[in-house]
């Protein structure tokens, strides 16, 4: 009986820190996502900028910084809109290239879509 209770005893404690570790975990990953959310927003939020201002080469530079944060910004609930965005972001980087006067509003739509993703996120967390 008192090797039961030992055993009993001892499930209790590593299942405790099974649930302790993964919820640990999550909260780290969640919060890489929103980091990776807001940082994808605020790039196309200077690509915008530098856009409007004539700063062909620095709004591609942005462009490429949100390619990489975009990635980390994955979200099931959100991955039809990430691809979504990711298309968008395609289409503005090519019209960007060309000079190509729809380059803003496609850049503006691409920053729509980010901004929706962040916002089903922030709403789930």
Known sequence: MNTVK??????????????STSANAN?????????????????????????????????LKALG??????????????ERLRQRAGDKLK?????IEKGDANASASLKAT???YKEMMKVYSAAH
Not at 65 to 78: H, I, L
Not at 91 to 95: L, N, P
């Open 91 to 95: 289409v503005a980087r090519d019209e």
């Open 27 to 59: 909260s780290a990953g969640d919060a890489k996502v929103r980091a990776a959310g807001e940082a994808t927003v605020a790039k196309v939020e200077e690509a915008v900028s530098l856009l409007e201002k004539g700063d062909k080469e620095g709004t």
């Open 65 to 78: 910084d949100v390619r990489q944060s975009q990635k980390e910004f994955r979200y099931e609930q959100t």
């Open 111 to 113: 920053l729509d879509l």
């Open 6 to 19: 030992k055993t009993l005893a001892s499930f209790l404690v590593i299942a405790a820190a099974l649930v």
